[in-house]
């Protein structure tokens, strides 16, 4: 699989360089890389301009936090316009929502006694929980950033701030108005029964949500199967997207996904700026 269509840095959450991002994908064979940090573009135009060294395509993309009946939920936007005002203005109000998350997990924390996490705010534009579980690993409150979620940041824990994120027909419209398509991220993380994703999808598809991430890591073969079955019922494309944030012994590179199911209609297919001019 040449493409993977989702991927972090450390503009958002992610711990590698959009440069650094660049090399590695290039080194697993990925040809065409979405860079896709959380409500943030900035990481793009460095990725572009690593890429020209790797023979790679750099997607511009962004995944965007948005809301569904109470559920947090991720609509990756690809090949997006990085000039567009519509988007801006809305990543704008999204990075707003998360400073102000910032200050009130910063404040959870210090009345928790873990005192000093309001200086994250400064060093970090587009602050988000990641950050804080980093920060709590390397200060000694966590041994780990998955330590951190469960003891501190997790739905339910002490320094657990609930947001409201825009609805999601209103990020589907940002992404739109950028040129770009749509894709609901990782369907199968948002622990929602079978019939509550298929409400989830009847919304995005009548929000004009375009396509599903029908393939990512961590995915069996039966999973991506009945992904692939669902995308075709509600007339969405596919696409692949590794979810890479780390460079972790148990998660390398990005990349390394299976392909499309035969059938699918990718999320690539009329989009030329997401395709390689050599065909593959
Ligand atoms: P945020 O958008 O700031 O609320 O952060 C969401 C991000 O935090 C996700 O994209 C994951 O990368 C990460 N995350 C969420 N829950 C966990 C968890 N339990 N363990 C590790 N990382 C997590
Ligand atoms: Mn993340
Ligand atoms: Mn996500
Ligand atoms: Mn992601």
Redesign the pocket.
């Known amino acids: 699989m040449y493409y993977d269509l989702h991927t972090?840095t450390v503009c958002s959450?992610g711990r590698l360089t959009p440069e650094a991002l660049v090399a590695a994908a290039a080194a697993a064979g990925v040809r065409v890389l979405a860079v896709t940090d959380?409500?943030t573009i900035v990481g793009v135009e460095a990725a572009r301009a690593a890429a020209g060294g790797h023979d790679m395509t750099v997607v511009a993309g962004v995944?965007v936090?948005a809301m569904w009946e109470g559920h947090?939920i991720?609509v990756v936007g690809l090949d997006v316009c990085l000039d567009d005002a519509v988007l801006k203005g809305g990543l704008g109000t999204l990075h707003g929502i998360?400073a102000d998350?910032g200050r009130a997990i910063a404040e959870r924390l210090t009345a928790l006694g873990v005192c000093g996490a309001e200086g994250l705010l400064e060093r970090h534009p587009v602050?988000?929980?990641?950050h804080f579980?980093q920060w709590l690993t390397d200060t000694g409150h966590a041994r780990s950033?998955?330590q951190a979620?469960?003891l501190f940041?997790?739905r339910g824990r002490a320094a657990y701030v609930g947001?409201e994120w825009p609805p999601i027909g209103e990020v589907v419209g940002w992404l739109h108005a950028a040129g770009g398509c749509a894709v609901l991220a990782h369907p199968t993380r948002y622990t929602l029964s079978g019939g509550r994703l298929r409400q989830l999808l009847s919304t995005f598809v009548a929000a004009g949500g375009d396509a599903l991430e029908v393939v990512s890591a961590g995915l069996d073969a039966g999973e991506i199967g009945r992904l692939a079955r669902l995308a075709a019922q509600f007339g969405l494309r596919a696409s692949a997207g590794s979810?890479f944030?780390d460079a972790l012994p148990w998660r390398k590179t990005p990349g390394g996904l299976a392909d499309l199911p035969a059938g699918c209609v990718a999320v690539w297919h009329d989009r030329p700026r997401m395709q390689r001019a050599d065909g593959i």
């Open positions: 972090h959450d959380h409500d995944e936090s947090t991720h998360r998350r602050i988000g929980r990641g579980a950033r998955t979620f469960k940041l997790e947001v979810d944030h």
